[in-house]
Nanobody, 130 residues
Framework: QVQLVESGGGSVQAGGSLRLSCAASGYTGSNRCMGWFRQAPGKEREGVAR????????FYADPVKGRFTMSQDSAKNTVYLQMNSLKPEDTAMYYCAAQLWATLATCRLTGTNDRMYTSWGQGTQVTVSS
């Protein structure tokens, strides 16, 4: 198992930036797919971005492409989500999640399916005002 702790959420105006962090402890092998999900009130949880720890490959949902960047610091067992040009529709609770024993293919093909992730952080709130 892996334990995840998110930080970095907050309130910003539209057009602003935030960087979320997710520190992992426990299992930290490279065969992990680390994902960021978000859930707004009254909406289903959706995948935002994910990274395959083995080689750093990243994948993004269409609504955030070109604005969000996911990265990792393997030495710190931490993944980040840099969010730029934020919009009010980005307002949500953001969750970090881990898919263990993953391959690059499963991360790419199934990484938006939250049922594939076995470990979740507690979430961090992001609020973007217009």
């Amino acid at each position: 198992q892996v334990q995840l702790v998110e930080s970095g959420g907050g309130s910003v105006q539209a057009g602003g930036s935030l960087r979320l962090s997710c520190a992992a402890s426990g299992y930290t092998g490279s065969n992990r797919c680390m994902g960021w999900f978000r859930q707004a009130p009254g909406k289903e949880r959706e995948g935002v971005a994910r990274i395959y720890a083995g080689d750093g490959s990243t994948f993004y949902a269409d609504p955030v492409k070109g604005r969000f960047t996911m990265s990792q610091d393997s030495a710190k067992n931490t993944v980040y989500l840099q969010m730029n040009s934020l919009k009010p529709e980005d307002t949500a609770m953001y969750y970090c999640a881990a898919q263990l024993w993953a391959t690059l293919a499963t991360c790419r093909l199934t990484g938006t399916n939250d049922r594939m992730y076995t470990s979740w952080g507690q979430g961090t709130q992001v609020t973007v005002s217009s």
